[in-house]
């Protein structure tokens, strides 16, 4: 109610929210079928994909290498340079894969994940081992190739041909047939970088051809209406993605076939933006319903699930302001939030941008959806960000523009090449390190310098090692060239991505376990600086005893000493601290235009593995127990409500952290209803407008999660919010299974 008042907040009645402006449309059978023909694909049945199984899996597990891409890397030994060699390899795979056209899909454009017989996995086997011992291994030790927002508008606009024709018209001013017989080593990097581009991309429309022609094969003995929609979708696929989009239709399959195709994480960007022209035409020329339009819309959205396995992240935001400032939010902004209750999924990974001019509606709807137990939306500060990009050099046109790449880290749509999580600091542990390292006549000012010089030690250390990563990538090609082609400005520049072909790129080091350290510091200061009831020596010895014999202080820090995340002012002011000291490393370090180094505090999972592999911590963390998630509090330290958790988390200035920054909020199903409605919204409002940059929900209760440990069999599709990302809780492991359980729940 005091945050009501002071921001003025309308809220809606029951009337009303039942009077939305654009009600949603339910679920149909055909969407149910469609749910039922993808979960029973490879990635979704993938419960860890990080083991070796049937598909071997280099790098973090994100890319499948198929026997199609190693027959191709092997066949082109002789290519004049590694990249040229990847792009043939990438071709193969294109060229090798089979058209896959499920039984009731409207859109269509999957992964190809073949059933090998024995004598292929044999093969399989072997240039697997070939590949890994051949003189480039990239795929193993360099950069993330995906984690990228592509420019989906462009596609649609120009097509295929239109970017082939940009690329021939950028080799024709090479000008190579007047050069001298030694041209410059420039030039001749553009012209590779060109052909490998042309070399993939003629292998797209190869396989967008053959699904045009597997289509109108199964329509031939195909009864009506299946008989129709297979012709439609052939005479789709004859035109898209090749030539530019005419229609809503359109395209969506453009858009799915190209990223249906690449094996990694690349989101659906802003859809209500670059879709909302053809659907709004389509709906006034009287040839697609709102009924149709969802139905595809939700075939749409059901793809990102068979390209996206457990522990990771792929989706779409929706909402904010564009670049004059107006509100983005029109009916495609509804009906993909409609799509998400409809799927019922971890992916894709839904968000709402939020700021002054949302809608109640549209935040009501919004929370409607939560309180079934489905964990997306997630609430973007839609102003903090596009104004904290703007500082960090993007132009307002680009900022306004932004997407959640994966999971809560900040990138700019078809400009970007976000470095997500590239290194991690665990600041508990480098806190028990600096304490190590500090004498007896220590004060705590000198403390907490000597922290901040290891921080900034480490982050220097690990940076040199990932800049040498990307070195290499620049060197040899480490990514699908096909994709630069909707990354400006590289075919401008005639620079793949890790040549520095992007416009902008950013460094997002991450900085885990945020509040552990917070905590830890507060212990510090007050148990051995002010009531001095033991020396930093006899503390570390303690901690790394794991408190034993000592569970009375452990009790005593716990229940009696400040805590992040109550809105205490000395815990708040110790955070806000540490946030500006972390935040002067980056300020402090000279960065190239476009080169930006920005820090988060989103973890992923590294909270609950990091934590495991460590000790025990100065705010009583018992050994190998999970850090504090994200910005969020320590794990049930949070004692005071929700409204308290917040006041805390805006003390200090978040947004320069689009490294990530993610604020996870715990209720009982009893406790965020409809009804509850407009209390979320004003806390909501209330947290953006004092800086919050993201806040996800999580509607479930300890009983269920409990239960769901206990008898794992009957919550299968119980999905839970993690950190950025959603999960279904029965597949992590015990450590994230235990953090998730010991949040406060309101």
Not at 129 to 156: A, Q, Y
Not at 483 to 499: A, P, Y
């Amino acid at each position: 109610a005091r945050h009501r008042q002071a921001l003025k907040i309308r809220t809606h009645t029951h009337k009303e929210v039942c009077e939305m402006k654009y009600p949603p449309i339910a679920m149909t059978w055909r969407t149910q079928k469609i749910r039922e023909e993808y979960l029973k694909m490879p990635v979704p049945q993938e419960d860890n994909p990080y083991l070796d199984k049937k598909y071997k899996h280099f790098c973090t597990g994100d890319r499948w290498i198929t026997l199609g891409f190693l027959e191709g890397w092997l066949a082109h030994e002789d290519a004049p340079t590694t990249r040229r060699r990847r792009s043939y390899a990438e071709a193969a795979e294109l060229y090798a894969a089979q058209p896959i056209i499920t039984e009731h899909e409207l859109l269509t454009g999957h992964l190809y994940l073949p059933e090998y017989t024995p004598e292929e996995q044999k093969r399989y086997d072997q240039l697997c081992e070939m590949f890994r011992m051949s003189s480039v291994t990239l795929l193993e030790r360099g950069p993330r190739i995906d984690h990228l927002s592509l420019d989906l508008e462009k596609l649609l606009r120009i097509g295929i041909s239109g970017i082939v024709a940009e690329i021939h018209a950028r080799m024709a001013e090479l000008n190579l047939q007047d050069r001298n017989v030694y041209p410059e080593f420039e030039v001749m990097k553009q012209y590779d970088f060109y052909e490998c581009c042309l070399l993939e991309l003629e292998a797209l429309k190869d396989l967008q051809k053959r699904y045009a022609q597997k289509a109108r094969e199964m329509a031939e003995t195909a009864p009506e209406p299946r008989k129709s929609e297979l012709s439609q979708m052939a005479e789709i696929l004859e035109w898209v993605p090749e030539h530019p989009a005419r229609n809503f239709r359109e395209a969506l399959q453009s858009v799915q076939f190209f990223l249906g195709t690449l094996f990694g994480l690349y989101p659906l960007n802003r859809p209500d933006r670059y879709l909302y022209p053809y659907y709004a035409e389509d709906v006034r020329a009287g040839v697609l319903t709102r009924d149709e339009a969802q139905e595809l819309i939700d075939n749409f959205c059901l793809h990102v699930s068979t390209r996206v396995f457990s522990r990771a992240a792929c989706g779409f935001i929706v909402g904010g302001q564009d670049a004059q400032g107006n509100l983005v939010e029109n009916e495609l902004t509804y009906m993909f939030l409609t799509a998400l209750e409809h799927i019922r999924m971890p992916d894709p990974n839904g968000a709402l941008a939020v700021n002054d001019q949302t809608s109640d509606d549209i935040l009501h709807y919004s929370v409607e959806i939560l309180s079934k137990g489905i964990t997306h939306p997630a609430f973007y500060n839609d102003s903090a960000i596009v104004e904290s990009l703007m500082r960090y050099g993007c132009s307002r046109e680009d900022a306004v523009n932004y997407i959640h790449t994966t999971c809560a880290e900040i990138s700019v749509v078809g400009k970007t090449k976000s470095h997500t999580t590239p290194f991690m600091v665990a600041l508990p542990k480098t806190l028990k390190e600096t304490v190590r390292a500090c004498g007896k006549e220590t004060t705590f000012a000198q403390l907490q310098s000597a922290y901040i010089e290891q921080i900034s030690m480490q982050l220097s250390k690990d940076c040199f090692r990932y800049v040498m990563r990307m070195l290499e990538a620049s060197r040899n090609g480490n990514e699908p060239m096909r994709v630069c082609c909707l990354v400006e400005d590289c075919i401008s520049r005639g620079r793949s991505i890790f040549e520095g072909g992007e416009r902008y790129s950013f460094l997002q080091p991450i900085l885990v376990g945020f509040s552990t350290a917070v905590d830890s510091l507060i212990a510090l200061k007050t148990l051995v600086f002010e009531e001095k009831r033991l020396t930093l020596s006899e503390f570390i010895q303690t901690v790394d005893q794991d408190f034993a014999g000592n569970e009375a202080l452990r009790q005593y820090i716990i229940h009696k000493l400040p805590h992040y995340g109550n809105d205490n002012q000395e815990a708040d002011a110790m955070a806000a601290w540490l946030a500006e000291n972390i935040l002067h490393i980056f300020q402090d370090s000279p960065m190239l235009a476009g080169r930006i180094m920005m820090p988060g505090t989103f973890s992923y999972v590294t909270h609950a593995g990091l934590g495991a592999q460590d000790g025990a911590s100065f705010d009583g963390r018992r050994a190998h127990f999970s850090y504090s998630d994200g910005c969020g509090p320590v794990q049930g330290r949070d004692v005071n409500g929700p409204t308290a958790m917040m006041l805390s988390l805006t003390s200090w200035e978040q947004s320069a952290y689009l490294g990530g920054m993610v604020v996870n909020v715990k209720f009982a199903p009893k406790h965020l209803t409809p009804e509850h409605a407009d209390s979320f919204i004003a806390m909501l409002r209330a947290f953006l407008q004092r800086g919050g940059i993201e806040m996800q929900v999580n509607v479930v209760d300890r009983e269920t999660l409990l239960d769901a440990r206990k008898h794992p069999e009957n919550h299968r599709d119980l999905i839970v919010r993690i950190g950025g990302y959603s999960d279904y809780y029965v597949r992590l492991s015990d450590a994230l299974q235990e953090e998730i359980l010991e949040r406060r729940e309101y």
